[in-house]
T-cell receptor, first 109, second 114 residues
Framework: GQNIDQPTEMTATEGAIVQINCTYQ??????LFWYQQHAGEAPTFLSYNVLDGLEEKGRFSSFLSRSKGYSYLLLKELQMKDSASYLC??????????WGAGTKLIIKP | DADVTQTPRNRITKTGKRIMLECSQT?????MYWYRQDPGLGLRLIYY???????NKGEISDGYSVSRQAQAKFSLSLESAIPNQTALYFC?????????????FGEGSRLTVL
């Protein structure tokens, strides 16, 4: 079956760095998305990776290893506003998104 | 104003009632989607539409129906609501002509079925 695994919750300190991991198993693969979702709000797009490697976008970076079925989202210089859930989603061969349950990131001062 | 608008934002109803959730978008995207989100679970696709004449079932379409009234409007109906349909529902549109563009989500419709 198709599956996405990511930690349920993580805690980090303001100003620090945190890495949120995601492993996936899908029938075929057409890319890996990360979305941010603040409590009670809509998810918003952060990144899309389809090739192996690291994509950097400001304080956020996303990494993909297709051979390992693995991705991570790296958040640097954490700010209180980064407290949110981070959703990992893999796209299968039919271009359908398989979503993880999300990682709730708690930032402490 | 939001690019993807959902109404109602919150609704409490009783078992057996018919409910319609509406979605409209000003982004000009052809592709529209309905998802539900439950605590501890990932987003699950209910229905999706690539244009007005193209409607497709998602992984959890049972108990739901949709209508694509226009390019900008995509409605989700629960013909006879049941308590396990209590969830947060999101409408989304997809950017670009292909299948890998980012999704733009509405603000969500929280439905409670008693």
């Amino acid at each position: 079956g198709q599956n996405i695994d990511q930690p349920t919750e993580m805690t980090a300190t303001e100003g620090a760095i945190v890495q949120i991991n995601c492993t996936y198993q899908t029938s075929g693969f057409n890319g890996l998305f990360w979305y941010q979702q603040h409590a009670g709000e809509a998810p918003t797009f952060l990144s899309y990776n389809v090739l192996d490697g690291l994509e950097e976008k400001g304080r956020f970076s996303s990494f993909l290893s297709r051979s390992k079925g693995y991705s991570y989202l790296l958040l640097k210089e954490l700010q209180m506003k980064d407290s949110a859930s981070y959703l990992c989603a893999a796209m299968d061969s039919n271009y359908q998104l398989i979503w993880g349950a999300g990682t709730k990131l708690i930032i402490k001062p | 104003d939001a690019d993807v608008t959902q109404t109602p934002r919150n609704r409490i109803t009783k078992t057996g009632k018919r409910i319609m959730l509406e979605c409209s978008q000003t982004k000009g995207h052809d592709r529209m989607y309905w998802y539900r989100q439950d605590p501890g679970l990932g987003l699950r696709l209910i229905y999706y539409s690539f244009d007005v004449k193209d409607i497709n079932k998602g992984e959890i379409s049972d108990g739901y129906s949709v209508s694509r009234q226009a390019q900008a409007k995509f409605s989700l109906s629960l013909e006879s609501a049941i308590p396990n349909q209590t969830a947060l529902y999101f409408c989304a549109t997809r950017a670009g002509d292909g299948d890998t563009g980012e999704l733009f989500f509405g603000e969500g419709s929280r439905l409670t079925v008693l």
